[in-house]
Nanobody
Framework: QVQLVESGGGLVQAGGSLRLSCAASGRSLWSYAMAWFRQAPGKEREFVAAIRWSGDSTYYDSVKGRFTISRDNAKNTVYLQMNSLKPEDTAVYYC??????????????????WGQGTQVTVSS
């Protein structure tokens, strides 16, 4: 199994940037497809971005051009660079791992391992 720990969240003004990190332990991230999800109060958890073992990535429409997912397999870490943040980006952000490293899942049930989440708050 793999254990995931997110970091990098915080409070930022609209238009600002944050970089989230997801550090893995237990197994190499090279074995997994990785994703970021987010959940705002009272809402369902929603897909943000995913990256295959190969480095191919996909994004939720509302974050395209603003967010970038990347992975450093040597450091066993996945990142989410978030630019031009908007108040509607406010949520708890979760890192997730899928056994199927070639997958591109966009629903939470496709991922077997989750971090504890990190809060991102964007003020207007």
């Amino acid at each position: 199994q793999v254990q995931l720990v997110e970091s990098g969240g915080g409070l930022v003004q609209a238009g600002g940037s944050l970089r989230l990190s997801c550090a893995a332990s237990g197994r190499s991230l090279w074995s997994y497809a990785m994703a970021w999800f987010r959940q705002a109060p009272g809402k369902e958890r929603e897909f943000v971005a995913a990256i295959r073992w190969s480095g191919d990535s996909t994004y939720y429409d509302s974050v395209k051009g603003r967010f970038t997912i990347s992975r450093d397999n040597a450091k066993n870490t996945v990142y989410l660079q978030m630019n031009s943040l908007k108040p509607e980006d406010t949520a708890v952000y979760y890192c997730a791992a899928d056994w199927d490293r070639a997958a591109w899942g966009k629903v939470p049930r496709e991922y077997q391992f989750w971090g504890q989440g990190t809060q991102v708050t964007v003020s207007s």
